[in-house]
């Protein structure tokens, strides 16, 4: 069921411009980071069980190493009364982990991604990486394929969602970017350059369909659903 006028305008305000069939779509910044850092501190006892220290402290130091980072080493995800590049004010989304000030578009990604031609951009927060693709490609009606094990996902994110049986890809992600672009690989090699996570990982189409592949299996995009880190830390 298609938004009505009034759900796709704000939709769209979220998002810095749209996408267009034949954008390659970039992920900056490892997904589900935040979502990953409050469960390795707010479970701390029960991960410990299974992982060692050093294991668990990486764990709660994911998103200032693998996220997307402005020069001066804050987060790039956007916070309440803050604009992003377009000059809409973008709200923020779910339990936040320590507080992030400044622009969305100061940060080194955000920046790059502008330099080299991207059509959109979105910071990723409540809900993860599938409700950023499901947010993106609804405000600009264009169907897409995407490939799950391009997504760039740290392993200590993958191994602490499997102890508490949840979806990394519907997890917090602050600290990503999901970025629309006409060609999307010298964007990926910049990011890597700057010491970001960064890959393809699918593009759009002028089609109704949004599918989502792993390893030859597709399936539908969905409507987005409650952030999966309600399951852990209600």
């Given at each position: ?120 951009l979105y910071a990723m927060g409540e ?24 997504v760039p996902i740290r392993q200590e ?78």
């Amino acid at each position: 069921m298609r938004l009505g006028q009034a759900a796709m305008e704000a939709l769209q305000a979220e998002i810095c411009g749209l996408l267009t069939p034949g954008n390659e779509l970039v992920v900056a910044g490892a997904v589900a980071l935040e979502g990953t850092v409050q469960i390795a501190k707010a479970k701390h006892d029960i991960l410990r069980e299974h992982f060692s220290e050093s294991f668990l402290r990486n764990a709660g130091e994911l998103r200032d190493v693998y996220g997307t980072v402005k020069e001066n080493g804050e987060s790039c995800a956007p916070v309440g009364n803050k604009e992003d590049c377009c000059g809409e004010t973008m709200a923020a989304g779910g339990k936040l982990s320590a507080p992030i000030t400044g622009k969305v578009e100061d940060c080194a990604a955000w920046k790059a991604a502008k330099a080299a031609g991207a059509t959109a951009l979105y910071a990723m927060g409540e809900g993860g990486f599938l409700s950023a693709l499901w947010k993106m490609a609804e405000a600009s009606q264009v169907g897409l394929e995407m490939d799950f094990t391009k997504v760039p996902i740290r392993q200590e994110t993958i191994e602490i969602c499997e102890i508490f049986d949840i979806n990394p890809y519907k997890l917090n992600a602050r600290g990503a970017i999901l970025i629309g672009i006409p060609a999307g690989e010298a964007l990926v090699q910049e990011l890597r350059r700057l010491g970001m996570m960064a890959a393809v990982i699918g593009q759009t189409n002028a089609g109704n369909d949004r599918m989502l592949y792993y390893n030859g299996n597709g399936r539908y995009l969905e409507r987005p659903g409650k952030d999966e880190i309600y399951k852990v830390l209600p």
